[in-house]
T-cell receptor, first 115, second 113 residues
């Protein structure tokens, strides 16, 4: 079955440490996204990529970095510059459209906590 | 920028009743309005969406209505079942050059048997 796989499901970060969250999709989608979800809040866009080797900052990109070397993969690094990294991180993908107007399909998330 | 308000934040209904969740948006250029269902510990799942050139869309027990003039859209679930219990999110595309999806804060729906 086609879908989006996020790993790991749970991740713990020590102070001053960078951690990388994995996101892989086999839906043949061009566009991929990273969102952050905090308790009682909607999803907020961190980064997105409409095509390989290109990505754009979302609304809350500070303290995060991404790469898009392959169509199937869009890893997110949470750097030590992100002072409040504890959250549920969601990856999504979609067909490439205009102005985010294509249905987005989500993975089951990675929960990141601070040790 | 775009702002999406979602009400109510919690909703409890008896099995078999209908449930309605409402969202308002601020950007008149918004053109795509998806609804997502999120179960505990899972990612959101798209359940229905509507585009700005359509006023209503149905899929079995689920329907969405859009009022562009008033800038609000609603999710209607009929004949609710316990498995409908989840958090529901609405979203709208922001206008302008970036145009990313802006999400509401969610509605926790509980369906009591």
């Amino acid at each position: 079955d086609g879908g989006i796989t996020q790993s790991p499901k749970y991740l713990f970060r020590k102070e001053g440490q960078n951690v990388t969250l994995s996101c892989e999709q086999n839906l043949n989608h061009d566009a991929m996204y990273w969102y952050r979800q905090d308790p009682g809040q909607g999803l907020r866009l961190i980064y997105y990529s409409q095509i390989v080797n290109d990505f754009q900052k979302g609304d809350i990109a500070e303290g995060y970095s991404v790469s898009r070397e392959k169509k199937e993969s869009f890893p997110l690094t949470v750097t030590s510059a992100q002072k409040n990294p504890t959250a549920f991180y969601l990856c999504a993908s979609s067909r490439r459209g205009t102005m985010f107007d294509q249905p987005q399909h989500f993975g089951d998330g990675t929960r990141l906590s601070i040790l | 920028g775009e702002n999406v308000e979602q009400h109510p934040s919690t909703l409890s209904v008896q099995e078999g009743d209908s449930a309605v969740i409402k969202c308002t948006y601020s950007d008149s250029a918004s053109n795509y309005f998806p609804w997502y269902k999120q179960e505990l510990g899972k990612g959101p799942q798209l359940i229905i969406d509507i585009r700005s050139n359509v006023g209503e869309k149905k899929d079995q027990r689920i329907a969405v209505t859009l009022n562009k003039t008033a800038k609000h859209f609603s999710l209607h679930i009929t004949e609710t079942q316990p498995e409908d219990s989840a958090v529901y999110f609405c979203a709208a595309t922001a206008g302008g050059s970036q145009g990313n999806l802006i999400f509401g804060k969610g509605t926790k729906l509980s369906v009591k048997p």
